[in-house]
């Protein structure tokens, strides 16, 4: 149980379009998901935090126009980056975290994390 | 803000053989928790093991354990009787109890040599 999904894998885009990464889980409802971006042989970065329902939670630094976070239902939530440049090319990750439990176990319930979208903007 | 530091960038440690990797964490916080992620080539973040810091016993799964000094903010992971497929990133992280988000050390390169 508790599988995360990512569309696409990988994408190569032209500078200047969109791109629309998917993130689901698969098997649970995910009342929060994360979004991360790594850069190689780096760590990961928390770029937003997303709860069903309502408007993101982005970092410091994250530019909310530029990374459009949808989170419509307990099962997706989408990252959008507009007008895409070269810089933005990275490996993006979704996390999910399933909230419907309460108390203790709520507070560490693990994050789940989906497998990862390689961006590359030309 | 919570601070995460893994200070060996890379290890390498023989088959079969033991290997501990280092995290410390800078925190106020009382009540918080720890976990050591592990990535492999194929970049999926798999929860090796987790600590809960208001327990005072060391966790363990299987060949994996972790040293959980609270006062020191030291948080080691020991594999045991390494394994080929233990050749991956290791990150240590950290989420306080009031919080959801996992802030990452940078990682550990592990190397397991045949």
């Known amino acids: 149980g508790a599988v995360v999904s990512q569309h696409p894998s990988w994408v190569i885009c032209k500078s200047g379009t969109s791109v629309k990464i998917e993130c689901r889980s698969l098997?649970?409802?995910?009342?929060?998901m994360f979004w991360y971006r790594q850069f190689p042989k780096q760590s990961l970065m928390l770029m937003a935090t997303?709860?069903?329902?309502?408007?993101?939670?982005?970092e410091q630094g994250v530019e909310k126009d530029k990374f459009l976070i949808n989170h419509a239902s307990l099962t997706l939530s989408t990252l959008t980056v507009t007008s895409a440049h070269p810089e933005d090319s990275s490996f993006y990750i979704c996390?999910?975290?399933?909230?419907?439990?309460?108390?203790?176990?709520?507070?560490?319930?693990?994050?789940?994390f989906g497998p990862g979208t390689r961006l590359t903007v030309l | 803000a919570q601070t995460v530091t893994q200070s060996q960038p890379e290890m390498s440690v023989q088959e079969a053989e033991t290997v501990t990797l280092s995290c410390t964490y800078d925190?106020?916080?009382?009540?918080?928790?720890l976990f050591w992620y592990k990535q492999p080539p194929s970049r999926q973040m798999i929860l090796v093991i987790r600590?809960?810091?208001?327990?005072?016993q060391n966790a363990t799964e299987n060949r994996f354990s972790v040293n959980f000094q609270k006062a020191a903010k030291s948080f080691s992971l020991k594999i045991s009787d390494s394994q080929l497929g233990d050749t991956a990133m290791y990150f240590c992280a950290f989420m306080k109890q009031s919080a959801r988000q996992l802030t990452f050390g940078s990682g550990t390169q592990l190397t397991v040599l045949p």
């Open positions: 098997d649970f409802q995910a009342t929060t």
């Open positions: 925190t106020s916080e009382n009540n918080y928790y």
């Open positions: 996390s999910a975290r399933d909230g419907r439990t309460s108390g203790v176990r709520a507070m560490i319930n693990e994050q789940f």
């Open positions: 600590q809960e810091a208001y327990k005072q």
């Open positions: 997303s709860n069903e329902g309502s408007k993101a939670t982005y």
